[in-house]
Structure formats: structure tokens, C-alpha cells
């Protein structure tokens, strides 16, 4: 069974930084081999892609919202995705949620992905 932690998140004022870890523990797989993703929700939204890393790190794709100022990475030997955000807004306000597919190739859909963390709390004051 894939398990997911995120950690990082917290309140921050608007135009500051928070980084978010994403650690897949206990899985039994090669984590290397598999694409993984941020998504987030705000209170009465439905959960929305923000950014997804592949197999190959070159296989990077981001929601237009949050291109140029968020950066997604991953550290293969450690097993974590990381979601570095720079220059915040209030409306970036959400629970951001980790997740992972069972292949090596980027997605947008929620759909599409397979496992998934328990969520962390991202607070913009304005």
C-alpha cells in the first residue's frame, strides 16, 4: 500500500514562502519510476491540479495560477516530491494535497491518480 505525507504547510503573509514535502513511505515500489502531483481545495471548490512531475524531471507541467511562481521537484533517494511557492497570494488558500500515479507520465486529472496524501493547510493573509 502507497502511503503519502505532506508536510510544510502553515500561515504566511501574502508575497511570502512556504515549501511542501511529499513522502511515500512503506510502498514497496521503486518511487523513481512514477509521476506525482500537487493538487489543492479551497472551502466549497473542487480539488484543482496545481503542478505534476514524471519519471523523467523533464516532464513538468504546471496550472497556468501558479507557473513562475511555483516550483515542483522531487528527490529520488530521499522518496519526496517537494512544491516550492514563492510570492503568494490570499486566493493560493487551500489544503494542498500530494498524490501519485501508478505510471511514470504527468496528468492534470484528479482522476487519474491513484494514491493520495491526507492534506496540509495553506493559510495567505492578505
Known amino acids: 500500500q502507497v502511503q503519502l505525507v505532506e508536510s510544510g504547510g502553515g500561515l504566511v503573509q501574502a508575497g511570502g514562502s512556504l515549501r511542501l514535502s511529499c513522502t511515500e513511505i512503506?510502498?514497496?515500489?521503486?518511487?523513481?519510476?512514477?509521476?506525482m502531483g500537487w493538487f489543492r481545495q479551497a472551502p466549497g471548490k473542487e480539488r484543482e491540479f496545481v503542478a505534476a512531475?514524471?519519471?523523467?524531471?523533464?516532464?513538468?507541467v504546471y496550472a497556468d495560477s501558479v507557473k513562475g511562481r511555483y516550483t515542483i521537484s522531487r528527490d529520488n533517494a530521499k522518496n519526496t516530491v517537494y512544491l516550492q511557492m514563492n510570492s503568494l497570494r490570499p486566493e493560493d488558500t487551500a489544503v494542498y494535497y500530494c498524490?501519485?500515479?501508478?505510471?511514470?507520465?504527468?496528468?492534470?486529472?484528479?482522476?487519474?491518480?491513484?494514491?493520495w496524501g491526507q492534506g496540509t493547510q495553506v493559510t495567505v493573509s492578505s
Open positions: 498524490a501519485s500515479r501508478r505510471i511514470g507520465i504527468t496528468s492534470y486529472n484528479v482522476g487519474e491518480y491513484d494514491y
Open positions: 512531475i514524471g519519471w523523467k524531471t523533464t516532464n513538468i
Open positions: 512503506a510502498s514497496g515500489r521503486r518511487f523513481s519510476s512514477y509521476a
